[in-house]
Antibody, heavy 120, light 107 residues
Framework: QEQLQESGPGLVKPSETLSLTCTVS??????????WGWIRQSPGKGLEWIGT???????YYNPSLRSRVTVSVDMSKNQFSLRLSSVTAADTAVYYC????????????WGRGTLVTVSS | IVLTQSPATLSLSPGERATLSCRAS??????LAWYQQKPGQAPRLLIY???SRATGIPARFSGSGSGTDFTLTISSLEPEDFAVYYC??????????FGQGTRLEIK
């Protein structure tokens, strides 16, 4: 069974860029039909989908965040990453990396989540 | 598509039956899942495709509905079932949207 683990700074200053990495173990990130993504959870906005990537590099973003988000994949390290630019306090949340199978409804696997606080 | 869950909070006792509702602003067919979340943990998948139980989920959990109205039923509450429950739709793959959650608390 695959496992996902988020890593990155827990504190980011306003206007800077949030960067997180998800390391996948127990399976190759290049597996056919597997998609990799990010979801965040804040008290004010609940659970919010940020974006999804396939191993080919094709990306899909939440329209409300598209202008600030980049999701990328590094197959040599079996990792994928999130960059969110120009952060504000509203971006303070627990960030989860997740995986899904193509065309399935559910999110199959979740990382444990990492709290990122935006504050000076 | 917006998902609206009701009630926001449900107070019940162990052994009672819990009925949680999720309503979609437009039809999502059966592209709906349910999750359970406990404090400090990631959401745990319970139900997918509106009515299919995920691996290892006890039979007391069941899901029903299609289109715009969905229900998660817990037939007889166990102490470990008190948590927050979310519905999630994915009618426009791969985008994901969640309801705001129902908190199931011990009465």
């Amino acid at each position: 069974q695959e496992q996902l683990q988020e890593s990155g700074p827990g504190l980011v200053k306003p206007s800077e860029t949030l960067s997180l990495t998800c390391t996948v173990s127990g399976g190759s990130i290049s597996r056919s039909s597997y998609y990799w993504g990010w979801i965040r959870q804040s008290p004010g906005k609940g659970l919010e989908w940020i974006g999804t990537i396939y191993s080919s590099g094709t990306t899909y973003y939440n329209p409300s965040l598209r202008s600030r988000v980049t999701v990328s994949v590094d197959m040599s390290k079996n990792q994928f990453s999130l960059r969110l630019s120009s952060v504000t306090a509203a971006d303070t949340a627990v960030y989860y990396c997740v995986s899904s199978v193509f065309r399935e409804v559910q999110v199959d696997f979740w990382g444990r989540g990492t709290l990122v606080t935006v504050s000076s | 598509i917006v998902l609206t869950q009701s009630p926001a909070t449900l107070s019940l006792s162990p052994g009672e039956r819990a009925t949680l509702s999720c309503r979609a602003s437009h039809s999502v067919s059966t592209y709906l899942a349910w999750y359970q979340q406990k404090p400090g943990q990631a959401p745990r998948l319970l139900i997918y495709d509106a009515s299919s139980r995920a691996t290892g989920i006890p039979a007391r959990f069941s899901g029903s509905g299609s289109g715009t109205d969905f229900t998660l039923t817990i037939s007889s509450l166990e102490p470990e079932d008190f948590a927050v429950y979310y519905c999630q739709q994915r009618s426009n793959w791969p985008s994901i949207a969640f309801g705001q959650g129902t908190r199931l608390e011990i009465k």
